[in-house]
Each structure stands twice: as structure tokens, then as C-alpha cells.
């Protein structure tokens, strides 16, 4: 089945951009996401990319996909403390499980002032 | 407000004894997710609802027990729980895609922390 790796940690200061990554293994994954968790908080989705596009921008947001290696990637420019939170990648395909998301662990990031 | 509600926020149980998760979603979508989310483990699906009808199971032990009275409400009915079962649950509801060009866009609650004794 599906697996979705992420790193646990990432540390920025204020000010500087931050860039998470992400990797999956099932090259029929039609769309995926990124989600941000606050403490206390469920998920909240932040952004999409369809796996023919290779980028997508939302104002700080900047998605880079690269369909050939399976890697795809969460930057946010001038990070401010208050994107401190778990940021989650998923992936999702069209078929026999009909667009059920899979998710990573989640990379925790933490911005210093 | 997210659309998606959970109660309770907070819930602690012994083992021997029965409770419920509820779950409710008013933005007019057509599943609902039991999600569940353990310290440094990806979330797990657990349940899936589309239409009022359960379309996946995950393996989830029977102490473990899904309904769904319509397309608002999903609940999650629990008995004879084990301390490994401590944990966020996250319900979460979307408009399920017809087709490959369609996003399934999901929408959490604020999930329920479940400590089990």
C-alpha cells in the first residue's frame, strides 16, 4: 500500500523560509496535500497540487512536485512564529480505495523569533 | 468553526466501560472518516462512510464499532478498550470525488483525546 515519509523536525528562524519534504511510494497518487495541525487542534487543509502539475503557488505557499522521484515539497516564504505546528503530507488516488488520503507523521515546525 | 464538530473534546474510560465519539458535519458532504492519531505514527484510517454506508474497514478491532444514523452524524462506539487505544480521534467528512480528476478535500474536527486507564 501507500506509505508517505516525512521528516519529524525542522527548526527556522523568523523571517527565513522554510522548505518541508515529502515522499510516497504510490506513483498512482492523483492529488496531493498538505495539511497544518495547531496544538489542540485537528487538521486544516492548506494546500493541493494534481500529479500533472509540477507547481503550485497561494500567496507564502509554494508546492513543488516531482512526479519521476515521488517527492514533493512544502515551502513557506518569511515564516512567522505562528506558522509554528505539525505539517502533514498526503497522498491520494483515484480507484479501488476511491481517494482515501494517506498521511505522514507529521514534520514539526518550530520558528524562532 | 470548522464545520466539523466533535464531542467530547476530552474523554477518560476504564476498560470495562462503554462510550461514545460522536461527530457531526453540516457543510452538505457525502463521507465521513474515523481517523486515529498516536505519538509518532502516521494517522490511521480507520473508518469510512460514504453515502451512510461503510466502504472501508482498516482492521480495526471489533472493541472499536462505527455508525453512521445519516449523512450528518457519524459516531464511534467503544467497549473494552485497551491503554494502547489512548489517543486523538479525528473525524473528518469531504464530497468523495466521482472521478480521477476530482480532489477528495477533507475536513476535520478538533478530535477527541481519549485516555484510557
Known amino acids: 500500500g501507500e506509505d508517505v515519509e516525512q521528516s519529524l523536525f525542522l527548526s527556522v528562524r523568523e523571517g527565513d523560509s522554510s522548505v518541508i519534504n515529502c515522499t510516497y511510494t504510490?506513483?498512482?497518487?492523483?492529488?496531493l496535500y498538505w495539511y497544518k495541525q495547531e496544538p489542540g487542534a485537528g487538521l486544516q487543509l492548506l494546500t493541493y497540487i494534481f500529479s500533472n502539475m509540477d507547481m503550485k503557488q497561494d500567496q507564502r505557499l509554494t508546492v513543488l512536485l516531482n512526479k519521476k522521484d515521488k517527492h514533493l515539497s512544502l515551502r513557506i516564504a518569511d515564516t512567522q512564529t505562528g506558522d509554528s505546528a505539525i505539517y502533514f503530507c498526503a497522498a491520494g488516488s483515484y480507484g479501488g480505495s476511491q481517494g482515501n488520503l494517506i498521511f505522514g507523521k507529521g514534520t514539526k515546525l518550530s520558528v524562532k523569533p | 468553526e470548522t464545520g466539523v464538530t466533535q464531542t467530547p473534546r476530552h474523554l477518560v474510560m476504564g476498560m470495562t466501560n462503554k462510550k461514545s465519539l460522536k461527530c457531526e458535519q453540516h457543510?452538505?458532504?457525502?463521507?465521513m472518516y474515523w481517523y486515529k492519531q498516536s505519538a509518532k505514527k502516521p494517522l490511521e484510517l480507520m473508518f469510512v462512510y460514504s453515502l451512510e454506508e461503510r466502504v472501508e474497514n482498516n482492521s480495526v478491532p471489533s472493541r472499536f464499532s462505527p455508525e453512521c444514523p445519516n449523512s450528518s452524524h457519524l459516531f464511534l462506539h467503544l467497549h473494552t478498550l485497551q491503554p494502547e487505544d489512548s489517543a486523538l480521534y479525528l473525524c473528518?467528512?469531504?464530497?468523495?470525488?466521482?472521478?480521477?480528476?476530482?480532489?477528495?478535500?477533507?475536513?476535520f474536527g478538533a478530535g477527541s483525546r481519549l485516555t484510557v486507564l
Open positions: 504510490d506513483s498512482s497518487s492523483t492529488y
Open positions: 473528518a467528512s469531504s464530497h468523495r470525488p466521482t472521478g480521477p480528476q476530482g480532489a477528495n478535500v477533507l475536513t
Open positions: 457543510l452538505g458532504h457525502n463521507a
